[in-house]
């Protein structure tokens, strides 16, 4: 009977257990209404290599690239885990006709994916904003664009399906009774077993129990998103879920385990962890493409496809003659070429940020010879040429001595860098060239020099510190007055090489070209008020580009290239060039 009676207490015991549990369970589903993980999927075919956005609010632009094919293609927009009242899609920047098969919102426990097809998903975006045509033909929706300023925008309807999909909670609360009927499985069976036993393997089943607990801690995690949304920023892009399909099976595990590996519970609170105590405690970088300096000063160290700056500081190799006789005729090729056009040409090396502050470069990292590759290229074009070159270096030190001109935790110069860059290109081009001789650079009175604490640059973000770790008082330069100049995307040329212009009719100078990589984005807004049009392409490899020159017919080209990519192959140029003599 006494037996009877405790059997009866514990499975009361057990059945309350259970119920806490179901109620915790529950409570936590009311308390988070919203789901994470939600994307927005369109299967587009598209006429153009373009960048389709999806405009959150007035705040949140995502961008995701598209290339130009006669098969549909998904475009997957990442959705914020908070309520969209707003949203804008733009389809590219280039003219032309989208074909949009299907809309859909995919993410975990959305067992039966919602999509939108044909008239309905055309009833469902009736706002509009620059879109010559759209019209339903044979099931799909097609959108003809005049350019990049459109943008198509959904009826109320449409938040509310997004709403219902963010705080349906069905498949939850179906999810928190199975886990609850599954706890009381285990206690009940716990319990048996440990009834039988002796104290010392109590504690060893009790071990077993809270074991088993941190175990299941990151399923309840990827079901109920206990640790919230990730706030980890990578350089790179995440991988995507991969559909399970029968023609795929073979490829599904590794894909399934790289998609794992990106979004594995507390995996962003421990990267954090991990990184903090390296570079913190024990002064050395989590990551190969980060060397930590003197007083919290990173430097770009190694990169997979591309040069990184260590290796070109401390000038372990450097040009042999020939190479320095290959860069000469590449030069002097297309000055050449340009010249016979009637168009000036200069080229500009932006020093790394160890050229500047060599001072804050670690002890142990030691040069191997005194004089850089970029030492003897300026040299020996200086000695052996006349292709017009700027060296910034002599302008950028003096200018340290006032205010900071490359960011403490970024690749990159900040604002005051790039302005003194600019007024040297501005300085360097009214001497040099007769067209330009009235060139003036704009002063910097016109631009209020404000400081800025804010998250840490790219480096930092690298490191995932940027946020409360390595914050930094950044310099930036605001105009006093509006800036006029406007400007917009074009259509890639290649993949990896990118177009855009700017536009300022009232600026004193005439049109330019440039070929950059990423410390133009500095230099833009100056370049951009100084000339009357700038098209700028981007391109890493610094390539040569006949027929934009042809077609936009500038008054003078610049190649601008870090100094970290004398580092990789010499550029070659087009035939049509090296026929120039």
Same mark, same amino acid.
Request: hydrophobic share 40%; with cysteine.
């Given at each position: ?46 006429? $153009? ?42 389809? *590219? ?26 008239? =309905? ?12 045509? $759209? ?32 705080? *349906? ?18 206690? $009940? ?17 009790? *071990? ?105 500081? =401390? ?51 030691? =040069? ?59 300085? $360097? ?153």
């Amino acid at each position: 009977m006494i037996k009877k009676i405790v059997k009866f207490k514990r499975l009361w015991v057990e059945l309350i257990l259970t119920l806490v549990f179901l109620g915790g369970a529950l409570f936590y589903v009311q308390k988070t209404p919203l789901r994470a993980g939600l994307q927005l999927v369109l299967m587009v075919k598209s006429p $153009h290599h373009d960048t389709f956005k999806l405009i959150i609010g007035n705040e949140k632009t995502i961008e995701v690239n598209v290339d130009a094919a006669n098969h549909f293609q998904e475009v997957c927009f990442p959705l914020p885990q908070k309520k969209i009242e707003k949203l804008r899609l733009k389809f *590219g920047n280039n003219p032309g006709l989208t074909a949009v098969k299907y809309l859909e919102i995919t993410g975990p426990l959305i067992f039966s994916k919602p999509r939108l097809e044909g008239k =309905r998903l055309q009833r469902m975006f009736q706002q509009k904003y620059g879109i010559y045509n $759209h019209y339903v033909k044979d099931q799909c929706y097609f959108i003809e664009t005049a350019g990049p300023h459109h943008w198509l925008e959904p009826v109320k309807v449409f938040y509310k399906w997004i709403d219902t999909l963010q705080t *349906g909670k069905a498949s939850y609360y179906l999810l928190a009774v199975i886990l609850s009927v599954l706890f009381f499985s285990f206690l $009940h069976f716990a319990n048996l077993a440990v009834l039988k036993m002796h104290v010392s393997s109590k504690v060893i089943v009790n *071990g077993g129990m809270i074991f088993l607990v941190f175990l299941y801690i990151p399923l309840a995690d990827q079901v109920f998103n206990i640790s919230g949304e990730s706030e980890l920023v990578e350089k790179r892009e995440l991988s995507r879920r991969p559909e399970f399909r029968f023609d795929s099976l073979l490829v599904y595990p590794k894909q399934y385990t790289r998609y794992y590996n990106d979004y594995f519970t507390f995996r962003s609170g421990l990267i954090y962890l991990n990184n903090l105590l390296k570079v913190k405690i024990l002064g050395v970088s989590p990551v190969p493409k980060v060397l930590i300096g003197k007083d919290d000063w990173f430097f770009l160290d190694k990169l997979e496809l591309r040069p990184g700056t260590v290796e070109c500081y =401390r000038s372990i190799t450097l040009f042999t003659p020939r190479q320095l006789e290959q860069w000469k005729n590449v030069l002097e090729q297309r000055q050449q070429w340009l010249a016979a056009r009637g168009i000036h040409y200069l080229f500009l090396i932006v020093p790394n940020k160890n050229t500047i502050y060599p001072e804050f470069m670690p002890d142990h990292i030691r =040069r191997v010879h005194e004089k850089s590759r970029m030492d003897q290229l300026l040299e020996y074009l200086h000695s052996h040429s006349t292709v017009p070159v700027l060296d910034l270096r002599p302008a950028l030190k003096a200018g340290k001595t006032q205010y900071p001109v490359y960011s403490r935790t970024d690749t990159h110069w900040n604002d005051y860098g790039a302005y003194i860059a600019f007024r040297e290109i501005i300085t $360097h081009i009214s001497r040099s060239f007769p067209s330009f001789r009235e060139a003036v650079p704009l002063p910097l009175s016109r631009f209020k020099i404000k400081i800025v604490n804010r998250s840490g640059g790219d480096l930092a973000i690298m490191l995932s510190l940027n946020k409360d770790v390595f914050r930094e008082d950044m310099i930036f330069l605001e105009a006093r007055l509006p800036l006029r100049a406007t400007g917009d995307k074009l259509e890639n040329i290649s993949r990896f090489v990118k177009q855009g212009y700017s536009e300022c009719p009232t600026a004193p100078l005439p049109n330019i070209l440039m070929v950059h990589d990423s410390f133009y984005n500095r230099l833009k807004p100056f370049l951009s008020e100084q000339f009357s049009r700038v098209l700028f392409i981007w391109d890493w490899d610094l390539n040569f580009h006949p027929h934009v020159i042809e077609r936009e017919n500038p008054k003078l080209v610049i190649d601008e290239m870090a100094e970290r990519f004398l580092m990789q192959k010499i550029p070659v140029n087009p035939g049509s060039l090296q026929e120039v003599r």
